[in-house]
């Protein structure tokens, strides 16, 4: 397992409206044999529990799943072209949400490298976002 600075880029397209967040963190990245895992936590602004992330990129890029737990607890299972339902907790509530895989790319090197997903969000079967996820790492 080897210690990473973690850059990652997050962009989310509503209603035509693009948003886009940052976090660069540290964080842990493990090969497993057959996907990358990387894994830090995502400090909440007091009195939020911090939230511990999860994210087993498979090697063959075929998905890409995101636990978090902690604070808000979520497990998005993003396959490529492939449909998923799955649960988000808002911090006010479960949220039943549809996930369907867009793009899944990987370029590791042996001091960096860098993961994207793209992936679109529907509610009641209606496409309410589309989002990207760049992470990009340095070994430390």
Same mark, same amino acid.
Do not use: H, W
């Given at each position: 397992?080897? /210690?990473?600075?973690? =850059?990652?880029?997050? *962009? #989310?397209?509503?209603?035509? %409206? =693009?948003?886009? !967040? &940052?976090?660069?963190?540290?964080?842990?990245? @493990?090969?497993?044999?057959?996907?990358?895992? !990387? @894994?830090?936590? &995502? &400090? %909440?602004?007091?009195?939020? *529990?911090?939230? =511990?992330?999860? +994210?087993?990129? %498979? =090697?063959?890029?075929? *998905? +890409?799943?995101?636990?978090?737990?902690?604070?808000?607890?979520?497990?998005?299972?993003?396959? $490529?072209? $492939? @449909?998923? %339902?799955?649960?988000?907790?808002?911090?006010?509530?479960?949220?039943?949400?549809?996930?369907?895989? @867009?793009? !899944?790319?990987?370029? +590791? #090197?042996?001091?960096?490298?860098?993961? *994207?997903?793209?992936?679109?969000?529907? !509610?009641?079967?209606? +496409?309410?976002? $589309?989002?990207?996820?760049?992470?990009?790492?340095?070994? /430390?």
């Amino acid at each position: 397992m080897d /210690k990473i600075l973690l =850059k990652i880029t997050g *962009a #989310q397209l509503v209603d035509g %409206q =693009k948003d886009q !967040i &940052e976090l660069t963190t540290m964080g842990t990245l @493990r090969d497993d044999g057959s996907a990358y895992i !990387i @894994r830090y936590t &995502e &400090e %909440q602004e007091p009195p939020m *529990a911090p939230v =511990k992330v999860t +994210v087993r990129i %498979q =090697k063959d890029e075929s *998905a +890409v799943q995101v636990t978090r737990s902690g604070g808000f607890e979520s497990c998005l299972m993003i396959e $490529k072209a $492939k @449909r998923n %339902q799955c649960n988000y907790d808002t911090g006010y509530g479960n949220l039943l949400m549809g996930i369907y895989g @867009r793009l !899944i790319d990987t370029d +590791v #090197q042996s001091e960096n490298g860098s993961f *994207a997903f793209g992936y679109d969000i529907d !509610i009641n079967g209606a +496409v309410t976002s $589309k989002n990207t996820v760049n992470m990009e790492y340095t070994i /430390k």
